[in-house]
């Protein structure tokens, strides 16, 4: 089993998953700051001053962080800060869910949770794609790991 | 660990320095501190005072909406203006501002103009509008503000307070 999860090709494959679902997911916010931001704001967890800047910054870090999974460079940073946003969004989206916020009222202008039934799936998924992401982390560096071990059995 | 936080702090410059140059160039940007929107900002000196105030204009040429506090809308009920609650009809159904009209957003938003302006044949351009939602921050009330400006009403205001705060006053509700 751990084999399999630190298989190279297991191992790329994960990362073309969850960098190619973090391009996707900032790619609509990348231009579109103000509908962002009113999102992050209707979640009612950070003061209106932090807002903006969030909407302004956080769209950029997944893209970078997701293109840079992908092409498998910064592999360990990359993996780290995407694991990072999934672990703040997972307690934002339980805490809406908790609080029952909004959601009858269409009010998240990104429309892409508006029923509770939607932020319970959203939670499964990122908690899925955060184990993805551990499993990045950890295996990062183990490439050189075996290339040594093949050398020193050659 | 040293290598991760180098990488981390590589991606977070390059994700900030893009950040805020596409914010710079973006018809979307929002100002870097403050609300994210002036949509949001509450107009108390304005027309609960009487002070007349300037219509003022988007960059799309329609005729911005105002946000209003609670004693403007109570005294623009008093003199007739017509409200629009823009929430779901269920919602609707089980209580809003007494003889309020019901515009769900949800579905107004996609309608196309014509069939807007159909919809609000009843209603002259020039009349008072008041757009609220449930309150407690509820935004339709400021969406369907805007698509109201946006199709040419001329005297659009956005009331926050919405229903809650109406209750909590005691005003006339239809239940």
């Known amino acids: ?154 | 660990m040293l290598k991760t936080f180098k990488e981390v702090f590589i991606i977070l410059v390059i994700s900030v320095i893009a950040g805020f140059s596409a914010n710079a160039l973006s018809p979307n940007g929002v100002p870097i501190i403050g609300e994210y929107s002036d949509r949001l900002a509450v107009d108390s000196t304005s027309k609960s005072s009487g002070v007349k105030q300037e219509k003022q204009r988007t960059k799309e040429g329609f005729i911005k909406p105002v946000n209003i506090p609670v004693d403007a809308t109570k005294k623009f009920f008093e003199e007739g203006a017509i409200f629009i609650d823009g929430r779901e009809p269920e919602e609707f159904s089980q209580g809003h501002i007494k003889g309020a009209i019901n515009v769900p957003y949800k579905e107004f938003k996609d309608l196309p103009t014509e069939n807007k302006l159909e919809k609000l044949k009843d209603i002259p351009k020039n009349k008072t509008i008041v757009s609220y939602c449930g309150g407690g921050e509820c935004e339709i009330s400021i969406d369907n503000a805007y698509e109201f400006a946006k199709i040419g009403y001329e005297d659009v205001n956005i009331y926050l307070g919405g229903l809650l705060e109406w209750k909590e006053k005691g005003f006339p509700t239809n239940n």
């Open chain 1, 1 to 154: 089993m751990m084999g399999l999860l630190s298989n190279k090709y297991f191992q790329i494959l994960l990362r073309l998953i969850i960098g190619g679902l973090f391009v996707y997911a900032s790619l609509n916010k990348l231009f579109n700051q103000e509908a962002f931001a009113k999102a992050i704001y209707n979640y009612k967890l950070l003061p209106s001053e932090v807002v903006n800047i969030l909407a302004i910054v956080l769209p950029y870090i997944e893209f970078f962080s997701a293109v840079f999974l992908i092409l498998g460079i910064y592999k360990k940073g990359s993996s780290f800060l995407i694991g990072g946003m999934l672990i703040v969004f997972i307690i934002a989206l339980t805490r809406a869910y908790v609080l029952g916020l909004d959601i009858s009222c269409g009010c998240f202008s990104l429309e892409t949770v508006s029923e509770k039934g939607d932020i319970s799936q959203r939670i499964i998924e990122d908690i899925l794609m955060l184990i993805a992401c551990v499993l990045i982390f950890f295996n990062a560096d183990k490439k050189n790991f075996t290339n040594n071990n093949k050398e020193i059995q050659q």
